[in-house]
């Protein structure tokens, strides 16, 4: 039974269709998730048989290397090293058609029952088709569906007029890979590259992100939350340049709205190198925007920060 039988998708307010970067592109091949191995679980390598250290010394009583069999005790170390924290850098399409930023995709379940998938995916604001043979688990879902709908936020006249993935304002909420954001970040004195030579896909780091640019494309603002090495707390401003017309501490003002919105009561922190910077007032922009000095790391840079 189709899920707009359920529930009438009329009765959706516009902004419940949410931005998510993990989804589908408007050509409609998916996006796929650019992963890699972080920090160890002990938890789960101890429940597994590991020692304290993450580590398996058992060894195996029989022959196993003579008779080209593999050896069970070299097979469960490799298991533990693999009990892993699964981060993700960002998505990546896996098509090459340039169809531009992507679009929440729909989930179907044909075997939908009393709709928990359902409810997830309202939730997560997906569109939602569910198919159930039985009339009972319909009605079980229609209320399940409906009742996790009401539980969002309701949008104002403004939101409803403007979907998360365009942000009012001076900034749009794009993604690790934009090749507008690429490329700004490339121009950007911090930017990294591969010792290797090869070239860059994704330009954000490990860990929780948000990724701004302007409409024209000419200013770019990350921010990212993670462990750092340098034991900051907080919400890290990854990369900030502008090339465009606009105040820089007004682009920054706004962009530190946007992150209070998804991380609320968070500090916000960033790094300035002062060697390469030509103004004698390094950071100047983000004081402007009400951020302080609050130190410098042992490598010699500035800390910045601004406190909700």
Known sequence: MPYDTLYDPAAIPASYRGYFEEVQVTCGAPWKRVTEKGAPIARWQRRCGADPSGGYNGQPGKAYGEALAQDPAAVKRRILEGLRERLTLGWEPTCDCDAGPPVPCTVLDPFAGSGATGAVAAR????????????????????????????????????AANPPAVRPGLWQVSRDGDPRGLALYQRHYSARRYADGRPRRLFVGPGEKLVLITPEADALLVWRKFRSRSGERGVNCAAFRNEGTGKSSALIREAVRIA??????????????????????????????????????RSGLLVLEALP
């Open 260 to 297: 209070w919105e998804r991380w609320p009561g968070e500090r916000l922190y960033t790094y300035v190198n002062p060697a390469k910077i030509e103004s004698p007032n390094p950071g100047y922009c983000f004081k402007r925007a009400g951020w302080r000095s609050c130190g410098k790391t």
């Open 124 to 159: 997560l604001s997906r569109t939602f088709i569910g198919i159930e043979l039985k009339e009972e688990y319909c009605r079980i879902a229609a209320g399940r569906i409906g009742a996790a709908l009401r539980a969002r936020p309701a949008a104002s006249p403004s939101e």
